[in-house]
């Protein structure tokens, strides 16, 4: 398979190197420090960065224009994108703004309920869902046609991802749904934050039962704990979260002072335990609020330096 | 059936407290059966309103009518003989038979008693809940005969989200994930693979989207 886009990530995944990549939250506010300030600690530990979309539904800094401050640093961002807050006419502009920038990389959601956010009383979009905006993208950028059948004047060169997650309910339909995903035109996925290796390593072995480990690069998604208490938080209230309970009494075994430091070893040992599995294709390591640490994990799970694709 | 709730009483008399010949105008169709403004509802309502204005020592008239329908010509007409005689009329249809009147009895003030919520069904005595988005292009045979577009927080037409835990949506821990019962579904019925067919990119020009709709049937028009 040749390259598509002019996309960093794209290019280590398809040279068949392990991925990594992470992602920054913008923040609530104009400051452009805070953003290029996280992208600094983590930028030659990573070959992508991912810049959330108004996660949780609560209003921040917009993903496009955090992406630009990454782009003017040298970095390589991943645009998410939720249909949650836009219909096909601001998704697809949104899309060519970002072409315009040059940014490469994009990460199609549907996005968390506003009900979870700052702004519960307000509307909602879904004119497309994830499956769609993913078949946008791919018309926009392999047909160079809008959606409506124009054609586009430079046509975004983007390469296309998707999320998934192994652990929402009904698992029967979670490797389907990764298939559809993949036939809607996704090339590269990234998880959810993986604590239940045996659930996550059954759902794997089901996706390369149907060979689709080849068709599609799987990153897999990682999120060292900060305590005990966050490791409890995601468990009972994070929906589509699924955290064992060895994996909570681990943390709430140590004392307070060494949690962070054993949320950090279990995120190592996550990824040490995945590099050595068929059909995984890199890392995506969402250190939430805690970039600072993604140095440490990348190293520490043999993944440093990154490649230079050239 | 459309189904509406009671306003709360203290809004009901805010929107009255100026007029003294009010109407409590029933429907017997769906408010009736979701028991939030049939003949019944009428009754009970006027006489709070009466007990309530007299307390304050306020002479009120309030009478106390339920048509068949309020969203025909036909039984909207039962009250044109004697809707001069009122100052306001409280309906208690769903926003339809609201607006119906108040098209018909242009200088009379028609006022909602009811907030009109969703298209849906009496799952038991008390509990109703919604089915129906009225996106005027059913999909049903594609999915189960379970509605995404309606019972799906996010109208997902190629689900489930990751938010979905343990057959429930993520927003509502009592509210099932209307992709679970799909699924559910489709594979009580032998047909889960037809959930990776991908569901197009819908048209919403026939939905609230497309501007108020209309039907218009030559074939059955006099």
Redesign the interface.
């Known amino acids: 398979m040749s390259e598509k886009t002019p996309s960093r990530l794209e290019k280590i995944l398809r040279a068949g190197h392990l991925a990594v990549t992470s992602e920054c939250g913008p923040p609530r506010g104009s400051d452009p420090e805070k953003i290029t300030r996280k992208a600094e600690m983590i930028r030659d530990y990573v070959d992508a960065i991912n810049i959330t979309d108004n996660q949780t539904s609560v209003t921040r800094l917009c993903s496009l224009a955090a992406c630009i401050h990454l782009k003017g640093m040298g970095l390589e961002p991943v645009l998410q994108m939720v249909t949650?807050d836009r219909n096909?006419i601001a998704l697809q502009s949104d899309i060519l703004g970002a072409a315009s920038h040059d940014i490469h990389n994009i990460l199609c959601l549907?996005?968390?309920?506003q009900?979870?956010g700052d702004c519960a009383r307000g509307q909602?979009v879904?004119?497309?869902?994830?499956?769609?905006l993913i078949?946008?993208v791919r018309r926009m950028r392999d047909e160079g046609k809008f959606?409506g059948g124009d054609d586009i004047d430079r046509p975004p060169r983007m390469f296309v991802g998707a999320?998934?997650?192994p652990f929402?309910?009904?698992f029967?339909?979670r490797v389907?749904?990764l298939?559809?995903k993949i036939?809607?035109g996704a090339e590269f996925i990234q998880t959810?934050c993986i604590y239940n290796l045996d659930k996550f390593e059954l759902w794997l072995k089901q996706a390369r039962d149907r060979g689709l480990h080849e068709k599609v690069h799987i990153l897999a998604g990682v999120t060292p704990f900060k305590s005990a208490g966050m490791a409890k938080y995601m468990k009972n209230r994070v929906?589509?979260m699924d955290v064992p309970d060895e994996v909570v009494k681990r943390m709430s075994g140590v004392p307070k002072e060494k949690q962070a430091q054993e949320g950090i070893d279990i995120c190592v040992e996550t990824i040490l335990r995945l590099k050595e599995v068929e059909g995984i294709s890199g890392f995506h390591v969402m250190a939430i609020e805690w970039e600072e640490k993604v140095p440490e994990i990348v190293e520490r799970a043999g993944l440093y330096p990154r490649p230079d694709p050239g | 059936m459309i189904v509406a709730e009671q306003k709360p009483i203290e809004e009901i008399i805010e929107m009255l407290k100026d007029f003294d010949r009010i109407l409590v105008a029933g429907c017997n169709e769906c408010v009736t059966v979701c028991e939030a403004g049939g003949k019944k509802e009428v009754g009970i309502l006027a006489s709070a309103l009466r007990m309530y204005f007299g307390n304050q020592g306020k002479k009120v008239r309030i009478d106390e009518v339920t048509l068949e329908r309020q969203c025909d010509h036909e039984y909207l007409e039962e009250i044109r003989s004697n809707i001069d005689q009122y100052d306001a009329v409280l309906s208690l249809a769903c926003g339809v038979g609201v607006q119906f009147m108040a098209e018909k009895y242009f200088s009379t003030p028609v006022l909602p008693g009811v907030n009109t919520c969703f298209m849906g069904v009496t799952e038991e005595r008390g509990v109703w809940s919604e089915r129906c988005q009225g996106c005027g292009q059913c999909i049903l045979g594609m999915t189960a005969g379970i509605c995404p577009i309606s019972r799906c927080?996010?109208?997902?037409?190629?689900?489930?989200?990751?938010?979905?835990?343990?057959?429930k949506s993520?927003?509502n821990k009592d509210l099932d994930?209307a992709?679970?019962l799909i699924?559910?579904r489709l594979?009580e019925m032998g047909k889960?693979d037809t959930?990776?067919t991908?569901?197009?990119?819908k048209d919403?020009s026939t939905e609230r989207a497309g501007g108020p709709r209309k039907i218009i049937r030559e074939d059955v028009r006099l």
């Open positions: 949650r096909r549907s996005g968390d309920h009900l979870f909602n879904f004119d497309l869902d994830s499956m769609q078949q946008t959606l999320a998934a997650n929402a309910d009904p029967e339909i389907p749904r298939a559809k036939a809607a959810q929906p589509g | 927080a996010k109208r997902l037409l190629n689900g489930p989200c990751g938010g979905a835990t343990k057959g993520e927003i994930c992709w679970q699924v559910d594979k889960l959930y990776e991908l569901m197009p990119i919403w």
